[in-house]
């Protein structure tokens, strides 16, 4: 397994590439379920990665899915994201079988008519139409890249616990790599039968120029903009309304919080219902309307719904939590990190990478509601605690996430798989 920042001498392969003027351009097709402007930290990092590659020698273009049935069935929809080339699937059916089924047919016509398009296929995440595009992918001689996105969904042991767990198994081997974005993923695949020599460790990645902490006039200028006092202290939650991201525990532990800091605004940023969001589950937000009224706290809390940029929210607040119940490496988390906000979240194995106990922020027991309010009770009476786990915090992305490696890091990737590819044609 090659780590993360462990850089070989990509630049002496000898590649035939696609060119365009006097460049040479790797084509790379990313396939994701969601991008933007659809709600996920996948498909920021999807973006992200698009829009830094490009400076690298790299061409890619988006294959996802559309699931606001806003076209026919038998049509793809071209637009552009900030200059990158997306084409999105229609959805048609409602959320099931039916929908994924038809999403895997236009997938596979796609890449089978505009082959000619890409060298690399880089599938973000593994899906239901992961393992046909690896069948198809080796009957059209191409490279594949799979990347590994959250720990108890997509990784080995547990694709081998579903069924068919060992064929899903076997199809995934075809890959010519394997991306694991925390070492609990890795780990995961490594203990699998899978090749290890396949297995790279390349974590996500944040902007960290975009991603930064404001001076306090700016700061106080943007709370005003945005609404919020300037004398709140404000807490962060980036995330679905749901019991997967633990939003109903953060409201159960808010009412201790205010008992003690009755200036203090919570902002709960992400989908409110189905309407929002593009998962099927089950949204709480009326539920946590009402518990809010109820106990008198409802003016204290801001649901803004989805967003697609989140960056302003996080540079006015002074605590981020995530009292999530799974997570890979979760792009909110990185970017609240990079803005020096402090830093609670759940005590998660892949958490733990990025957060070290009472050295850059907090961790407390999963659903456990009574340390959610204490460590929060602890954060918002200490400010310098806080801006002591903002600067470490910071720090930590600057030397393992800034988005800058990890365009390198994919960028030589490429290279290499498609040298392999030069070679044995020759």
């Excluded at 793809?76 to 900030?82: L, S, V």
């Excluded at 239901?128 to 890249?145: E, Q, R, S």
């Excluded at 749901?242 to 709960?268: C, H, N, Y």
């Excluded at 460590?375 to 600057?398: D, E, F, H, P």
Aim: proline letters at 4%.
């Amino acid at each position: 397994m090659r780590m993360f920042g462990s850089h070989p001498p990509y630049e002496n392969s000898d590649v035939r590439w696609h060119r365009k003027g006097n460049r040479q351009l790797i084509r790379v097709c990313m396939i994701t379920a969601r991008f933007y402007p659809e709600y996920g930290g996948g498909a920021r990092q999807a973006l992200q990665l698009c829009l830094e590659i490009r400076n690298r020698g790299i061409s890619p273009f988006v294959v996802t899915r559309d699931y606001r049935n806003s076209f026919s069935m038998f049509d793809t929809m071209e637009d552009r994201i900030f200059g990158v080339r997306v084409f999105r699937l229609p959805s048609v059916f409602e959320k099931g079988i039916f929908s994924k089924l038809w999403f895997v047919v236009r997938l596979l016509a796609f890449l089978a008519c505009h082959h000619t398009r890409y060298e690399v296929i880089h599938v973000h995440g593994i899906r239901h139409y992961t393992y046909p595009v690896l069948l198809l992918a080796k009957g059209m001689g191409k490279k594949v890249i799979v990347k590994m996105t959250c720990f108890g969904v997509d990784d080995p042991l547990t694709l081998k616990s579903k069924r068919f767990g060992r064929q899903r198994l076997k199809l995934l081997s075809l890959a010519d790599r394997v991306i694991g974005v925390s070492s609990e993923l890795c780990n995961s695949y490594r203990q699998s039968s899978l090749c290890p020599d396949k297995l790279i460790y390349i974590p996500n990645g944040v902007d960290t120029e975009k991603f930064k902490g404001l001076g306090t006039d700016r700061r106080l200028r943007l709370r005003d903009k945005l609404g919020v006092s300037a004398e709140s202290l404000v807490v962060v939650f980036i995330g679905s309304i749901t019991k997967r991201k633990g939003a109903d525990l953060l409201i159960q532990s808010w009412e201790k919080m205010i008992e003690r800091f009755p200036i203090s605004t919570l902002v709960m940023i992400g989908p409110r219902d189905e309407n929002e969001g593009t998962i099927k589950e089950r949204y709480l937000t009326d539920n946590l309307l009402e518990y809010l009224r109820n106990k008198g706290l409802k003016e204290t809390v801001i649901f803004t719904g989805y967003l697609t940029d989140v960056r302003e929210y996080l540079q006015i607040s002074d605590i981020f939590v995530l009292p999530t119940n799974r997570e890979g490496l979760p792009t909110a988390l990185l970017e609240a990190m990079a803005c020096g906000v402090a830093p609670l979240a759940t005590r998660l194995d892949s958490l733990s990478e990025l957060i070290r106990d009472k050295v850059n922020g907090l961790l407390f027991e999963p659903g456990k509601a009574r340390q959610l309010s204490e460590c929060l009770i602890l954060l918002a009476g200490n400010t310098q605690l806080r801006r002591s786990y903002g600067r470490a915090s910071r720090k930590v992305v600057l030397e393992r996430y800034c988005l800058d490696v990890v365009a390198d890091d994919y960028a030589g990737l490429y290279r290499v798989l498609l040298s392999q590819r030069v070679d044995a044609q020759e």
